[in-house]
């Protein structure tokens, strides 16, 4: 079990797209954080996340006025990212 951390949007980086590569659907969950929370509100990486567990920083969203927008997302304060990060066996940050 891994959970991949994705801090910067797919406009500006690869780190989505290689995740995506390796991310286990079973057993993996993906948390964006930073300006990679922003790509949500493009419905095409939505649907590349479809049958991913998905998290998504509170802070994050909050700072960027996003709340409203991604209601369906699960969103985690740093405390709960801490605990996710000593659920998984991993965390790899793209």
């Known amino acids: 079990m891994i959970l ?35 790509c949500l509100l493009q419905a ?10 998905i998290y998504v920083s509170q802070e994050d969203v909050a700072a960027r006025g996003l709340t ?7 969103q985690v304060n740093y405390s709960e990212f801490v ?3 000593l659920k998984y066996d991993k965390v790899i940050s793209w």
């Open 83 to 85: 605990a996710l990060s």
């Open 4 to 38: 991949h951390l994705i801090k910067d949007t797919p406009a500006n980086s690869s780190a989505l797209n290689t995740c995506l590569r390796y991310a286990r659907k079973q057993t993996d969950s993906i948390l964006l954080s930073g300006n990679a929370v922003n």
């Open 44 to 53: 095409e990486v939505l649907a590349h996340l479809a049958d991913y567990k």
């Open 68 to 74: 409203r927008f991604l209601k369906q997302i699960e």
